[in-house]
């Protein structure tokens, strides 16, 4: 962590939520430091939502407390305000002003002077690949410039802590990969930024530090290199052509892999952890599936994904939520190594 | 970054003194202004709200002055139906002009752009305040228009500038009132389409179960006995008769009492409605 002079930008503990007989958030700790990058990863419903509420002074806690910029969000919520910025899942800007006029009132109300508003206005749109289009209506924009645009809104007060939950979600891959690059030149800038996102590559790309979320708990906490080192290194996987076979393939390499393979039934996708045995496992799985008669496709070695670490952690795969059905339910390793203190044994 | 930031774990530090009683005062009434003018550019900016705002309210107006205004009677009052058909249109019109409060704040509060005004350091009242600022300012607009419509189609005030003026202010605080509850059931509904179900639901009976357009007197009993005492009914004689001469005094305290009671109920609704929600 920090030096102890400077705390962390965001730190939250034992955070705890309900609607109704929702328990949304369970429990949750968090620590950012400040200028780094926490993704927050986990399917709909999660919770993430839910914690940056909290975390934005949206939402009040049930339970546990946190800080941001050593401000605690239920009593110096105010102070929050002042140091935070927020981009939401959806695009919250007017669609029937411009984009300079929407980014003008949000300096205004950042209490920025007019020429003030104005300026800044100018440089994010600027910024943002926006200035062309800053006098039409956000409206005629397209779905990834309103999402820059909404993500400049979120700047005008030059927070120093920002929370963008699921920046990218309904965005075409072009726009993502857009975004990301904006989002990697705030974090050079010095933000702090927290990221809820549902999408494993995006939270690879762009955060220092990963906490996975599943029914409102934390359950693992590391970088992308810790998360898929608790797959246990490489991923064998292959597809078979022929779904009646696909049973025989399971168990022709079930000697192979450390753990049970991961079989798709639908898609006739089978993986599973090799381990260190990369090359040998790989030599061995192809005399093996010839041995049983299986033809298989694209049989290769991979590195590890988050997709595989959120199945080895959950026991379900990451875009779906509820319960995973047929050869999805197969549990791993390392599936009920447990709540925070899972978290807790990654990091660091 | 900052001198403040305590360790980690450590007990919370103390709040900078933060903006003063003034400075947070003067705040409340600019950010208000800021959300007044974002609204009226949104107004100005789409066809079809202008459209909701003064073409409708304008074809009421024809409508009844020419459609149906030949088969409704009103004895006794001087200058016919024309005279007597304006008062309660510029009182409908005040209340249905608080449809578009209801909307925009379903609108805002679907889209996200509440949550991000409200994770900003402005002031919590201002986008309410600005909201009711705008639409009031919006709803005199209207008002204007159709007097100066109904004036072109045989309409006059009889009874001098001083109760004209009167009666627009009555109309206007009228629909403040109302804009109070539209504001309530937008931030309570907070769903686009069933806030506009919900609206046409009581809107509708409330200004046309009244003396709006016809005299009560020739509605059935029963209905008579809810037209006769409801507010929009009230507040409607008082403007009829500002605008045409006749007693004003006993409806015009009931009109005070009923918006003063709707003040005081919906607009703390509202307030709470818009803290709440999410």
Not at chain 2, 117 to 129: D, E, Y
Not at chain 2, 130 to 153: C, E, K, N, P, Q
């Amino acid at each position: 962590m920090s030096a102890p002079s400077a705390g962390p930008a965001i730190l939250v503990e034992g955070l705890t939520k309900s609607f109704g007989e929702v328990r949304a958030l369970r429990g949750i700790d968090l620590t950012v430091p400040r200028g780094t990058v926490l993704g927050v990863l986990g399917p709909n419903g999660a919770g993430k939502t839910t914690a940056v509420r909290i975390l934005t002074t949206l939402l009040l806690p049930d339970g546990g407390r946190a800080l941001v910029e050593g401000y605690d969000v239920v009593r110096q919520a105010a102070a929050v305000r002042r140091t935070i910025g927020l981009s939401g899942q959806s695009a919250a800007i007017q669609e029937e002003l411009t984009g300079r006029e929407n980014l003008e009132i949000v300096g205004r109300l950042y209490h920025l002077s007019w020429p003030d508003a104005r300026s800044r206005a100018a440089e994010l749109l600027e910024q943002f690949g926006l200035s062309d289009a800053a006098n039409r209506a956000a409206k005629t924009y397209s779905g990834g410039m309103q999402r820059r645009l909404d993500l400049a809104a979120s700047l005008v007060g030059r927070p120093k802590v920002l929370f963008l939950d699921e920046p990218t979600t309904g965005l075409d891959p072009r726009s993502r990969l857009g975004m990301w690059d904006i989002i990697r030149s705030l974090v050079a800038s010095g933000t702090t930024l927290l990221l809820t996102t549902q999408y494993l590559d995006e939270a690879d790309e762009l955060a220092n530090e990963i906490a996975v979320i599943d029914h409102g708990q934390v359950i693992a906490l590391g970088t992308s290199e810790n998360l898929k080192g608790r797959v246990g290194g490489d991923v064998l996987e292959f597809t078979v052509p022929d779904r009646n076979k696909v049973t025989d393939a399971a168990e022709a390499i079930a000697r192979i892999g450390e753990g049970e393979p991961h079989v798709d039934k639908e898609t006739g996708v089978i993986n599973v952890g090799v381990g260190g045995r990369g090359s040998e496992a790989l030599v061995e799985a192809v005399r093996s599936l010839d041995a049983a008669g299986v033809q298989t496709q694209g049989l290769a070695l991979r590195r590890p994904s988050l997709d595989d670490v959120f199945l080895a952690l959950t026991g379900h795969a990451a875009e779906e939520d509820g319960e995973p059905g047929g050869g999805k339910r197969r549990k791993r390793r390392g599936r009920r190594s447990g709540g925070s203190d899972a978290g807790k044994a990654v990091s660091s | 970054m900052t001198a403040v930031a305590p360790t980690a774990g450590a007990s919370v530090p103390l709040m900078p003194s933060g903006p003063s009683l003034l400075t947070r005062a003067h705040w409340a009434v600019t950010d208000t202004l800021t959300i007044t003018r974002r609204n009226l550019l949104v107004w100005m900016r789409v066809p079809a709200y202008i459209m909701f705002t003064v073409i409708q309210p304008v074809m009421f107006v024809l409508l009844f002055r020419y459609v149906f205004g030949g088969a409704i009677q009103v004895p006794g009052v001087k200058g016919g139906y024309v005279n007597f058909l304006l008062p309660g249109i510029i009182g409908q019109t005040a209340a249905f002009a608080t449809f578009g409060t209801a909307i925009a704040l379903a609108q805002e509060l679907q889209k996200g752009v509440i949550d991000r005004l409200k994770s900003m350091p402005m002031a919590r009242s201002a986008v309410l305040a600005g909201r009711l600022v705008a639409d009031t300012i919006r709803m005199f607009v209207t008002i204007v228009i159709v007097v100066g419509v109904g004036y072109a189609v045989g309409f006059r005030f009889e009874n001098g500038v001083g109760l004209a003026i009167a009666m627009i202010v009555l109309a206007t605080v009228f629909g403040l009132a109302i804009c109070c509850i539209s504001a309530y059931t937008g931030l309570a509904i907070g769903d686009e389409e069933s806030v506009q179900a919900f609206g046409l639901i009581w809107l509708f009976p409330l200004t046309f179960l009244s003396s709006a357009f016809v005299p009560i007197s020739s509605m059935p009993g029963w209905l008579q006995a809810f037209a006769n005492n409801q507010p929009v009914t009230y507040v409607i004689n008082v403007m009829r008769s500002m605008a045409l001469g006749g007693p004003i005094a006993a409806d015009l305290w009931k009109s005070i009492a009923w918006l003063a009671g709707i003040f005081i109920v919906f607009a703390p609704l509202a307030v709470r409605a818009y803290k709440r929600a999410n």
